[in-house]
């Protein structure tokens, strides 16, 4: 340790400093980033790791804030150092590990700062959700519900516990936070209940309600247009024959 009551600080440019103590010159440099962390966005649960090279004469004290409180190791925080690496490894993210990261670096003749940003993502959650409904056969079915989050968001759809695929009968799209089911011709089978789950790395969420497709009633049974044009034709071709 250089004792200042016996040096002499000479400052050569902003670069470094040379300190003559007890005869011997002694070149001293400031902290200077070679590697600075970059910008994350990362899911709630995932693990955070933010490294800094630093070069500089030593000792150098470092230290890590967060929205300018300084950061302690504990079970949430873990802070290493490898000779003049630096790491801050947060584990198990939550909402509120989001926010401006700052590294410190200090030694006896100057100090340097960076700073980088953490984003924490939720898993989504539905603002807005389709209600039960009713419709006559042979009219669309169109279901729309909307989530708070898309970013790797993936959407899926189930009517009675079955999956639902895209088909030409059953059009279904994701946009701009919006989900949305699209039944050209509903048919009497499009009964059910339909459920849209909206999963990330970070969880998932889900909305359901029943849908009814209603018939035409003949004679106390219902029916759909199909059934009912086929049980007219087997009518008129009834008529034809006992009118023969």
């Excluded at 150098?60 to 801050?88: C, F, G, P, Q, R």
């Excluded at 006896?108 to 603002?127: H, Q, R």
């Excluded at 009518?235 to 034809?240: D, N, Q, R």
């Amino acid at each position: 340790m250089i004792d200042p009551m016996n040096s002499i600080v000479f400052t050569i440019g902003i670069c470094h400093t040379i300190v003559l103590y007890s005869g011997f010159f002694l070149e001293v440099f400031p902290p200077e980033f070679v590697t600075k962390p970059e910008p994350m966005t990362l899911f709630r649960g995932k693990q955070a790791r933010f490294l800094c090279v630093v070069n500089g004469s030593t000792p150098m004290n470092v230290l890590w804030h967060k929205d300018n409180i300084a950061i302690s190791a504990d079970e949430h925080y873990k802070i290493t150092s490898d000779k003049n690496k630096y790491t801050l490894l947060i584990s198990k993210l939550e909402l509120n590990d989001q926010g401006t990261y700052l590294c410190k670096a200090s030694n006896s003749v100057g100090t340097a700062t960076c700073s980088t940003e953490l984003k924490v993502i939720d898993k989504p959650s539905f603002v807005k959700t389709f209600e039960s409904v009713s419709v006559a056969v042979g009219n669309p079915l169109h279901l729309e519900c909307q989530v708070n989050e898309d970013t790797g968001v993936t959407i899926s759809w189930m009517k009675d516990g079955k999956k639902i695929h895209n088909t030409m009968d059953c059009k279904l799209c994701f946009e701009d936070k919006t989900a949305s089911l699209e039944i050209p011709k509903s048919k009497l089978k499009d009964t059910g209940k339909y459920t849209c789950t909206a999963a990330n790395d970070a969880g998932s969420s889900e909305c359901s309600s029943v849908i009814t497709v209603q018939g035409k009633t003949v004679g106390g049974k219902v029916h759909d247009k199909c059934s009912i044009f086929s049980l007219k034709i087997c009518i008129f071709f009834l008529i034809i024959v006992f009118s023969l």
